[in-house]
C-alpha cells in the first residue's frame, strides 16, 4: 500500500515538473522573442541619429534578458555571445559575469569560470550561490586543501537546506578520500548521499572506503548503485574490480578490470594496478598465457615491480618452464621481495632444476622464517627432505618427512619414508 502512495506521490512530482519547466520553456521564448525586438527596433531608432542614452541601456537590458532566455533554453552559444556584447558595452553590468560564469562552467572552462564568478562575489551578487558555483568549479580543476576552507565556511555559515549543501559536503568527503583520511571522508559523504541522493560519485567514494577498510558486503551495494547510474567516471569499475579481487570472484575481478582498463587507453596512475590484479585473477583462472601478457604490460612500465617479478615466476613454474621461473624470482627477490613465500617457490624450482643444494638453503629459508601453522610447513618439509636425499644426507631427509608427515599425512610423504627410511 504504502510503494502505490510513494508511486502515486513521484508520478504527480513527475509531471508537475514537467508543467513547470514546460512553462518556464515557454516564457524563455516569450522572451527571448520580445529582447530580440526591442534589440531590433532600438538599433533602428539609433540608425536614424537618435543617440539618447536611455536607449543604449535599454538596449543593453535586453542583450542581457536575451541571453537569460538563450540559457534556459540550452542556446549556450548565442547565450554567450549575448553576455559578451552585454560586457563589451558595460563592464560594471556585474549580473552578466554571473551568467557568463554558468555558461563556462557548462563549458567546462573552469579557471574563466571562477573568474567569472570571483568578480560576483567581489559586488555582494547572488549569495551565497555565486559562492557555491565558484566552489563546483575549483573542484573540477584540483580536489585539494586550497578549497576546503571555503567548503567549511560555507558550511558554517549558510543555511543547512540550501540546495547546494549536498555538493559541498560530497566535495569535502572526496578531499578527504584524497587525502586517505577515510574516516571524516565518510562522515561527509554520509551527509551528501542523505542531502542529496542523486549525487551518484558519492556512493562510488563510499564503496572505496568500504572496500579498503574491508566491509565488502557494503562497498559492493554502494558501488554497484554507482555503476548502475550511468553517471559514475570509470573508477568505479576498478573500485569494484579491485573489491571482487579482495573477495576472489576472479571471474568478475578480470570483466570489471577489463572494462577499466578499455576505458583507460592512455595514462592513468592506477593502471598498472589494475593490470596487475586482472594478471592475478587470471592465474587463479589458468589463464597462464593472458596472465604471462599482463604482468608484462606491468613491467613496461615498472620495471621494478618486485610483485609482477615473483607472479612471472608463479606462471612459468606452473608451465613447467624452470628456467624462467628461476630468472624471474631471481629478480623478485633483487627487487626487494623478501616475503618468506618466494624462498618456498625458488627452492621447488631449484629441485626441478637439480640444484639440490640451493634447493635446501631457499627451502631452509621459508622453514625458518614462517610458523608451523603455515599452510606449506609440511610441505616445505617434504620438499627439503627430497633435496636432502638427493645430497645423499638420507638421515636428514629422513628427519624431514617423518616430521612433515606427522604434520600432514600424504601420500607421497609415506612412500618416501617407507622406500628410504629405517623404522
Known amino acids: 500500500m504504502y510503494s502505490m502512495i510513494y508511486k502515486f506521490y513521484y508520478t504527480l512530482l513527475f509531471f508537475t515538473s514537467l508543467i513547470i519547466c514546460e512553462d518556464r520553456l515557454k516564457q524563455a521564448r516569450v522572451t527571448e522573442f520580445i529582447a530580440s525586438e526591442t534589440i531590433d527596433y532600438v538599433e533602428n531608432i539609433r540608425a536614424k541619429g537618435d543617440t539618447k542614452e536611455y536607449l543604449y541601456v535599454c538596449q543593453t537590458n535586453a542583450y542581457l534578458a536575451r541571453a537569460k532566455a538563450r540559457f ?121 548521499i542523505n542531502l542529496s541522493p542523486e549525487i551518484w560519485e558519492a556512493y562510488m567514494i563510499r564503496g572505496n572506503i568500504y572496500r579498503i577498510q574491508g566491509n565488502l558486503d557494503k562497498a559492493f551495494t554502494d558501488l554497484d548503485i554507482a555503476i548502475e547510474s550511468n553517471e559514475c567516471p570509470r573508477e568505479v569499475f576498478l573500485y569494484r574490480g579491485l573489491a571482487h579481487a579482495t573477495s576472489k570472484d576472479f571471474k568478475n575481478t578480470i570483466q570489471d578490470l577489463t572494462i577499466f582498463l578499455a576505458l583507460t587507453p592512455g595514462y592513468h596512475q592506477n593502471k598498472p594496478e589494475a593490470i596487475l590484479q586482472r594478471g592475478i585473477a587470471r592465474y587463479y583462472e589458468g589463464n597462464l598465457n593472458t596472465t604471462i601478457n599482463d604482468l608484462n604490460e606491468v613491467l613496461k612500465r615498472k620495471p621494478d615491480h618486485w610483485l609482477a617479478y615473483r607472479l612471472l615466476g608463479l606462471v612459468y613454474l606452473k608451465k613447467e618452464n624452470y628456467s624462467k621461473a628461476l630468472k624471474n624470482f631471481n629478480i623478485a627477490i633483487e627487487h626487494g621481495d623478501n616475503d618468506a613465500d618466494i624462498y618456498l617457490h625458488r627452492g621447488i624450482t631449484q629441485i626441478n632444476l637439480f640444484s639440490y643444494k640451493n634447493a635446501k638453503s631457499d627451502l631452509s629459508t621459508f622453514i625458518d622464517n614462517v610458523s608451523k601453522s603455515h599452510p606449506d610447513y609440511a610441505h616445505a618439509l617434504n620438499k627439503r627432505g627430497l633435496s636432502l636425499f638427493f645430497m645423499k644426507k638420507v638421515t636428514e631427509a629422513c628427519i624431514d618427512w617423518n616430521y612433515s608427515f606427522s604434520l600432514e599425512i600424504d601420500n607421497d610423504t609415506k612412500t618416501f619414508i617407507a622406500k628410504h627410511c629405517v623404522n
Not at 172 to 192: V, W
Open 72 to 192: 534556459i533554453l540550452n542556446n549556450i552559444e548565442d547565450a554567450l555571445s549575448d553576455i559578451n556584447i552585454t560586457i563589451s558595452r558595460d563592464s560594471n553590468f556585474f549580473e552578466a559575469y554571473y551568467y557568463r560564469g554558468q555558461i563556462h562552467f557548462l563549458q567546462k572552462d573552469y579557471t574563466l569560470a571562477i573568474n567569472d564568478f570571483d568578480l560576483v562575489i567581489q559586488n555582494g551578487l547572488f549569495m551565497p550561490d555565486v559562492i557555491a558555483q565558484k566552489i563546483e568549479s575549483q573542484f573540477r580543476i584540483y580536489r585539494d586543501n586550497s578549497i576546503l576552507l571555503d567548503i567549511n565556511s560555507f558550511i558554517n555559515t549558510v543555511d543547512s537546506k540550501h540546495p547546494s549543501m549536498g555538493k559541498l559536503f560530497f566535495y569535502k568527503g572526496a578531499i578527504l578520500f584524497k587525502q586517505r583520511n577515510f574516516i571524516q571522508a565518510l562522515e561527509n559523504i554520509d551527509i551528501a
